[in-house]
């Protein structure tokens, strides 16, 4: 199944990161099922990224371009040897969810309960909201 995902940051107009294309494996029956699969497929792709083992990094002009689109240029390296823990990573989001750190919506309906029926069919949008804490000093 083929999905289209967006993340957003509260209160900035443009979007995060532009809509990217995700293929799921099957059919999540609901919005838990769902997480967990996005989390393991991004932490499959982090610990297959090659170390940092390169003297001196570098961007072309071109790589810094069509990283930009996406909101973030970086290297796409690790610098830290450990392999990310997927079931860490799910108990974190699923944590988060539940704190209200974040929403998802399908289309324009909000995704409210990690266990109910979920609905998604190909092609579908999905975006997430990502709110974030202020901060600020007292002095």
């Known amino acids: 199944m083929k ?4 993340v957003k940051q509260a209160g900035r107009r443009k ?4 809509k990217e294309e995700l293929v799921l494996d099957d059919n999540p029956a609901s919005l838990r099922e769902l997480i967990m699969e996005i ?3 991004n932490v499959e792709s982090y610990n297959r ?10 961007l072309t002009f071109d790589e810094i371009e069509a990283q930009v689109s996406t909101g973030k240029v970086g290297f796409c390296q690790r610098v830290d040897e450990r ?3 997927a079931g860490k990573a799910v108990e974190t989001a699923m944590l988060a969810f ?6 998802v919506f399908i289309g324009d309906v909000e995704i409210e309960s990690l266990d109910g029926p979920l609905g998604i ?11 974030t804490m202020l901060s600020g000093r007292m002095w």
């Open 39 to 41: 989390i393991r497929k």
């Open 49 to 58: 990224r090659p170390l940092d083992s390169l003297l001196f990094n570098y």
């Open 98 to 103: 539940t704190d209200g750190l974040y929403r």
């Open 121 to 131: 069919k190909d092609g579908d949008v999905l975006t997430f909201i990502r709110f």
């Open 83 to 85: 392999q990310a823990d």
């Open 15 to 18: 979007e995060y990161i532009k």
């Open 3 to 6: 999905v289209f995902v967006s």
